[in-house]
């Protein structure tokens, strides 16, 4: 998958990309007056040992093995949704009050964005994310 981008600044090891995501219907002949196509600016830090070579301005191509992209998509979505249902289930057939089912469903949540948050360098390293000077 592959993203262009504006550097927006650099660091020791470090340079930060903003991209444009635009939802899917933005290759629709009609999105401009639709009003339901979307596009948001996101902010990438992604690691570079010849972090350098790159100027605020630089225009560049940003890109993610679609493997790595699946495997964010099992972190970032599947595996909550997964252990959410599974928590409300059980404690559902466990008979427990619905407000208590509730707060379990967000500490459970909070407990699983707080591993992430933990675990955030062990994920860092398994994802390669690499970044292409654009020549113009």
């Not at 790595?68 to 949704?81: E, I, Q, R």
Request: charged share 15%; hydrophobic share 50%.
């Amino acid at each position: 998958m592959n993203h262009n981008g504006i550097v927006k600044k650099t660091a020791p090891g470090r340079v930060t990309v903003q991209i444009e995501s635009v939802s899917a219907c933005a290759s629709c002949a009609a999105h401009a007056r639709c009003g339901f196509a979307e596009s948001k600016d996101k902010t990438l830090e992604i690691p570079a040992s010849d972090w350098q070579r790159y100027q605020p301005g630089d225009n560049v191509t940003v890109q993610i093995d679609q493997s790595h992209g699946l495997l964010a998509v099992w972190w970032a979505y599947l595996l909550p949704a997964i252990i959410l249902i599974a928590v409300i289930v059980a404690l559902s057939l466990a008979h427990l009050p619905e407000w208590a089912v509730v707060l379990a469903a967000f500490a459970t949540l909070a407990l699983y964005i707080l591993a992430l948050y933990l675990s955030r360098h062990r994920l860092e390293s398994r994802f390669t994310i690499t970044i292409m000077k654009n020549e113009e």
